[in-house]
């Protein structure tokens, strides 16, 4: 049988092969990337391949020092010795790949939670990602343990745009959590940073949402998953005013237009931006994306019958915004290669904005009816209270609007309004089939627009009134409900025009 001994140096070579390998262990880990070194450090601990390294070291010891102790069980020398080997390799090998498996799985747990706030950092200062969108997606429903500071790193504005541009989806998923949302100590600044990438993107599901919805954009596709992530988030009431998502949008909006950076493009000949074909400009301008986010998010609400404030308003603020940039130029106006329906962009949104809010209108309206027979309409809604301010505030708005927008385009934004109310009253057909035969409740509604509009113009500015008077003025009476509504309407606002 013999005994252990060094034999012929075959052990110094497997000593200095640990040592090889503890070198390597080192040095791959010194040369790692330092978003690489946290992670590895975040989810991997050291003390598995100090055993290891110790139970190898000790199995190597055992083979080769001359203890003078024969083989158990009467095996030979030779698998005695091979087996030791062996078993000193797969040692230092099992916690190679625990390692490596614990790194994959990524879990953070409430003892390493508190540190990720490093990897987060690490990868801010180096400008790479790649691990905090691994770390993020393994961990997806539970960092709402998240600490705060890490938080505020993970959706600082840096990392929240190049993460945007690689992986759109990454921090609205996130936000579409509402336990991972209502953790968040300063969960405003972190949907304003998203919200804001998200308009600025080329590849973002806002973009997609709208695009998908408006046109603008061919060849786009919208994506089951950017479907349900925004149904989650800005077409879900409960998230949308839990977000307070309506802020950053309008922020966004209202910030852009002020800046001045679009006003020489956007008061020239707007052939490109409203384009239905093809690619058209306002598929990448945040104020057209951000107002018809809006109006994606008020329908959901209206469709999901919420009593709450979902901010109307701020389609108004827009709508000011840019009228205050909108320049009346005779030769851009009346050139015989524009739009004569709205010739220039900013023409275009102020015609979009008051077109969403009679859209809006019909859909609070439609919703309002109720299966009875014969059917009624319930009484306007919050929202519908809201709308019928909002739109009216934009009519007040443009009525002085001279040198802003053409005569002939005041009066038709102000027409729409006068018709929608004469609409309710003697044709709702015109709204939606559905409410040809409502039998009662929609006098309601008509007095809700017109009390609206009454107290807007009431006692107001001489050119204000003027242009309230002109666009009922310009009234088609040969339409059946204009000419049996006309009188009514004109003693109805005897005292304002």
């Excluded at 390998?21 to 080192?26: G, H």
């Excluded at 966004?252 to 008061?267: F, H, I, P, Q, W």
């Amino acid at each position: 049988m013999g005994r252990y001994s060094f034999g012929d140096g075959g052990g110094a070579v497997d000593f200095a092969a640990l040592l090889a390998f503890a070198s390597i262990l080192l040095a791959a880990f010194a040369i790692a990337r330092p978003v690489q070194r946290r992670s590895l450090g975040l989810f991997v601990s050291a003390w598995p391949l100090i055993i290891a390294f110790l139970i190898s070291l000790s199995l190597l010891i055992c083979r080769d020092a001359p203890f003078g102790v024969k083989p158990p069980f009467g095996w030979s020398l030779s698998v005695v010795q091979f087996s030791l080997t062996l078993g000193a390799f797969l040692v230092l090998i099992a916690a190679a790949v625990w390692c490596w498996i614990t790194w994959h799985r990524g879990k953070l747990t409430d003892r390493n939670i508190g540190r990720v706030e490093g990897v987060f950092t690490a990868a801010l200062r180096e400008r790479e990602f790649d691990e905090v969108e691994r770390i993020v997606r393994k961990n997806q429903r539970g960092l709402e343990r998240l600490p705060s500071d890490a938080a505020s790193v993970l959706f600082n504005r840096a990392m929240v745009a190049s993460l945007v541009d690689a992986h759109p989806l990454l921090h609205l998923e996130l936000l579409s959590e509402i336990r991972f949302l209502k953790s968040l100590e300063n969960r405003s600044a972190a949907v304003d940073a998203v919200v804001r990438e998200l308009l600025r993107s080329s590849v973002s599901p806002l973009r997609s949402a709208v695009v998908s919805r408006y046109g603008g954009l061919e060849h786009l596709k919208y994506t089951e998953a950017e479907s349900r992530l925004m149904e989650a988030t800005f077409q879900n009431p409960e998230w949308y005013l839990e977000a307070r998502a309506h802020y950053p949008l309008v922020i966004s909006a209202v910030g852009a237009l002020r800046t001045g950076a679009y006003d020489a493009v956007y008061n020239s000949i707007g052939r490109d931006y409203e384009a239905r074909q093809g690619t058209s400009a306002r598929s990448n301008c945040p104020v057209y994306l951000a107002a018809k986010t809006e109006v994606l998010a008020i329908e959901a609400a209206i469709r999901k019958r919420s009593g709450a404030d979902f901010y109307v308003s701020d389609l108004c603020d827009i709508f000011r915004s840019v009228l205050e940039r909108s320049q009346f130029k005779n030769d851009v106006w009346e050139n015989p290669l524009g739009n004569r329906e709205f010739p220039t962009p900013y023409a275009y949104l102020l015609y979009e904005i008051t077109a969403d809010l009679r859209h809006l209108s019909e859909r609070a309206v439609g919703e309002a009816m109720c299966d009875a027979t014969p059917p009624t309409v319930e009484p306007p809604s919050r929202i519908a209270q809201d709308l019928a301010q909002c739109w009216s505030f934009c009519l007040w708005v443009i009525a002085d609007s001279v040198g802003r927008v053409s005569p002939d385009f005041r009066r038709d934004i102000i027409k729409q309004y006068l018709l929608f109310i004469l609409e309710l009253g003697w044709q709702p057909s015109e709204i939606s089939f559905r409410l040809a035969h409502v039998a009662d409740g929609l006098q309601t509604w008509r007095d809700l627009f017109l009390g609206e509009l009454r107290a807007r113009f009431r006692g107001d500015r001489v050119e204000r009134v003027n242009a309230l008077r002109g666009a009922m003025g310009s009234l088609d009476q040969g339409k059946r409900h204009v000419s049996e509504g006309y009188s009514w309407l004109e003693a109805s606002l005897t005292e304002t025009i």
